[in-house]
């Protein structure tokens, strides 16, 4: 081969490697700035509209509890119900078949190091991701023990089903549908489940990059930073599930006279209420512009400080309203829940007043 031909080459090489570590530099970079509601949303199933998020280590951590995959069931069992008692765990979708995971899977909230469960028309799925060093074939071997099908590729659906599932939860308080199926992405720590193979095969596929991803609420996930909980849904459920329609007769008449006195209030395009690591409560909104998200910074500071009809009461007797502030297109609103409320697990579902749209 000429010698100039063979320096060409090897600059077309050299130039090739560049870019292609460059874009991996640039992924790593990405990855290692994100957190984890933000990579784990990134990965989520582009059509969900309802998510909720569960940093399982957070929790542990905020508890003062140590667990592990050798964990008892009574131990876990306690750890969960200080859990619920702390408003922290209502988000999740494993409590109640916990001790079977435990027991007869090798993972549960005592060892997963977070979970999001997400939700549309089309189906459901709940993404783990599993601490370093977890061991995957194990895992796989206790499947197939339990009485799943192993799929043909390492990454495909293992079967499992309801008369299964009714099997491995007799005698106990059962096992929810979301662990119909599951599959496994080692490379990634990841688990998944579902209670439907096809949906959970294209989450799968969505998640580890043959397919599309990400849920498109990034304003209000990135703006509720680092939460031990959050519940995170689209603007079309938070108008649909969780504002005044759904309160009867009487609270839509004084919410509508409520609303003509905070001033006006525009449709959100996300929405996300979060626990902090210090407890308190984060509630992010977001709105098509700048200019909505100001006019609505007010009139939901006025909402969220008067009476809560569809709730009872006032919300003064379940929070302190803390700063509310527009930053760009989100409006934040900070509630310190008062000593015994459980603002996460009573607020996150309609209907809400100053959730309206």
Same mark, same amino acid.
């Given at each position: 081969?000429?010698?100039?031909?063979?320096?060409?080459?090897?600059?077309?090489?050299?130039? #090739?490697?560049?870019?292609?570590?460059?874009?991996?530099?640039?992924?790593?970079?990405?990855?290692?700035?994100?957190?984890?509601?933000?990579?784990?949303?990134?990965?989520?199933?582009?059509?969900?509209?309802?998510?909720?998020?569960?940093?399982?280590?957070?929790?542990?951590?905020?508890?003062?509890?140590?667990?592990?995959?050798?964990?008892?069931?009574?131990?876990?069992?306690?750890?969960?119900?200080?859990?619920?008692?702390?408003?922290?765990?209502?988000?999740?979708?494993?409590? @109640?078949?916990?001790?079977?995971?435990?027991? @007869?899977?090798?993972?549960?909230?005592?060892?997963?190091?977070?979970?999001?469960?997400?939700?549309?028309?089309?189906?459901? #799925?709940?993404? *783990?991701?599993?601490?370093?060093?977890?061991?995957?074939?194990?895992?796989?071997?206790?499947?197939?023990?339990?009485?799943?099908?192993? $799929?043909?590729?390492?990454?495909?659906?293992?079967?499992?089903?309801?008369?299964?599932?009714?099997?491995?939860?007799?005698?106990?308080?059962?096992?929810?549908?979301?662990?119909?199926?599951?599959?496994?992405?080692?490379?990634?720590?990841?688990?998944?489940?579902?209670?439907?193979?096809?949906?959970?095969?294209?989450?799968?596929?969505?998640?580890?990059?043959?397919?599309?991803?990400?849920?498109?609420?990034?304003?209000?996930?990135?703006?509720?930073?680092?939460?031990?909980?959050?519940?995170?849904?689209?603007?079309?459920?938070? =108008?649909?599930?969780?504002?005044?329609? @759904?309160?009867?007769?009487?609270?839509?008449?004084?919410?509508?006279?409520?609303?003509?006195?905070?001033?006006?209030?525009n449709p959100m395009t996300?929405?996300?209420?979060?626990?902090? $690591?210090?407890?308190?409560?984060?509630?992010?909104?977001?709105?098509?512009?700048?200019?909505?998200a100001k006019t609505n910074?007010?009139?939901?500071?006025? *909402?969220?400080?008067?009476?809560?009809?569809?709730?009872?009461?006032?919300?003064?007797?379940?929070?302190?309203?803390?700063?509310? @502030?527009?930053?760009?297109?989100?409006?934040?609103m900070d509630l310190q $829940? #008062?000593?015994?409320?459980?603002?996460?697990?009573?607020?996150?579902?309609?209907?809400?007043?100053?959730?309206? =749209?």
């Open positions: 081969m000429p010698k100039k031909l063979t320096l060409a080459l090897g600059l077309v090489l050299v130039l #090739v490697l560049v870019a292609v570590g460059g874009v991996l530099g640039i992924r790593w970079w990405h990855d290692s700035h994100r957190t984890n509601l933000q990579q784990a949303m990134a990965m989520a199933p582009p059509a969900a509209q309802r998510f909720s998020w569960t940093d399982w280590t957070g929790v542990r951590n905020e508890l003062g509890v140590d667990l592990d995959e050798s964990t008892t069931s009574s131990a876990l069992t306690k750890f969960l119900d200080k859990g619920y008692d702390a408003d922290l765990t209502s988000t999740s979708a494993l409590v @109640q078949s916990a001790p079977v995971l435990q027991v @007869q899977y090798g993972f549960s909230p005592a060892s997963v190091d977070w979970e999001l469960f997400s939700q549309s028309d089309a189906g459901a #799925v709940v993404m *783990l991701h599993m601490p370093d060093g977890y061991d995957f074939d194990l895992l796989a071997d206790r499947l197939s023990s339990l009485g799943y099908t192993r $799929p043909a590729k390492d990454t495909g659906v293992w079967l499992g089903g309801v008369d299964l599932l009714a099997e491995l939860g007799a005698g106990t308080n059962g096992i929810t549908p979301e662990l119909n199926h599951i599959a496994l992405d080692a490379g990634d720590g990841l688990i998944f489940t579902s209670d439907d193979a096809d949906y959970l095969g294209q989450a799968v596929q969505d998640a580890i990059g043959d397919g599309d991803s990400g849920s498109g609420l990034d304003d209000v996930v990135d703006a509720s930073g680092e939460p031990l909980s959050a519940a995170i849904y689209s603007g079309d459920y938070t =108008c649909e599930k969780l504002a005044m329609s @759904q309160a009867d007769e009487t609270d839509q008449a004084q919410a509508d006279e409520l609303i003509a006195a905070a001033g006006k209030v996300g929405f996300a209420m979060s626990v902090q $690591p210090d407890r308190d409560v984060r509630v992010a909104m977001s709105f098509e512009n700048d200019d909505q910074a007010d009139s939901r500071a006025a *909402l969220a400080s008067g009476p809560a009809p569809g709730q009872g009461g006032d919300f003064a007797d379940r929070f302190d309203l803390g700063p509310v @502030q527009a930053d760009g297109s989100v409006v934040t $829940p #008062v000593e015994g409320q459980y603002v996460l697990s009573d607020l996150s579902t309609g209907p809400l007043l100053f959730a309206t =749209c």
